[in-house]
């Protein structure tokens, strides 16, 4: 069972938009932060942004070159996190992750050390 | 914050050891200890290999180390095996809202 499953991916053209779902299995989902990492082609890792869990307000950040156009969400019973993302750009393009920090004995690495990933959906911007 | 800076490729011949570098700034890597190491076969999930700049998650052989001067961080593998080539990525907690996470651009490490 793998315990992150991206979808959603696919290809639009600059100034459209696309919704990312990152669906979860086997988790603490209610209690945990997700994260949304991607990876442009023939380049490196990039955070996007992240929500915290509802009991700290599922407050989200968000990297500067997206704050504005991409919108984080979570639907607890659903064990699920979103990504809508408007406005795309071309330089958008890239894989896009879900990933979870490490918890070790109740003591978690929200922001600092992601355990868990998905294996990615690819978002591809182009006219 | 820029990307943190690593050296495009490494390399080592098995059983050797190699060590890769990753340079921030005293706003991330030199600020806090929250650098983390990311194994990553391309197509495939990344793998978290080292975290809190030297401690290992539970599964990660000991081959994998890390460790952290001023504003750059290293991470050393030991006993160089051919499944341990892959892409190498660090990143750095910088606690700065707009960015609260920053990665290197990647080490591609080749094992001859």
């Known amino acids: 069972e793998v315990p992150l499953v991206e979808s959603g991916g696919g290809l639009v053209k600059p100034g459209e938009s696309l919704r990312l779902s990152c669906g979860t299995s086997?988790?603490?989902?209610?209690?945990?932060?997700m994260t949304w990492v991607r990876q442009a082609p023939g380049k490196g890792l990039e955070w996007v942004g992240r929500i915290k869990d509802r009991s700290q307000g599922a407050t989200v950040d968000y990297a500067a070159p997206v704050k504005g156009r991409f919108t984080i969400s979570r639907d607890d019973s659903k064990t699920s996190v979103y990504l809508q993302m408007n406005s795309l750009k071309t330089e958008d393009t890239a894989v896009y992750f879900c990933t979870i920090g490490l918890c070790i004995n109740n003591d978690c690495h929200w922001d600092d050390a992601f355990d868990i990933w998905g294996q990615g959906t690819m978002v591809t911007v182009s006219s | 914050q820029s990307a943190l800076t690593q050296p495009p490729s490494a390399s080592g011949s098995p059983g050797q050891s190699v060590t890769v570098s990753c340079t921030g700034t005293?706003?991330?890597?030199?600020?806090?200890?929250?650098v983390s190491w990311y194994q990553h076969h391309p197509g495939k999930a990344p793998r978290l290999i080292l975290y809190?700049?030297?401690e290992r998650p539970s599964g990660v052989p000991d081959r994998f180390s890390g460790s952290k001067s001023g504003n750059t961080a290293s991470l050393t593998v030991s006993g160089l095996q051919a499944e341990d080539e892959a892409d190498y990525y660090c990143?750095?907690?910088?606690?700065?809202?707009?960015?609260?996470?920053?990665f290197g651009g990647g080490t591609k490490l080749t094992v001859l």
């Open positions: 990143a750095s907690y910088t606690g700065n809202i707009n960015n609260l996470v920053v």
């Open positions: 086997g988790i603490n989902f209610n209690n945990a932060w």
């Open positions: 809190g700049v030297t």
């Open positions: 005293s706003s991330d890597v030199g600020h806090y200890n929250y």
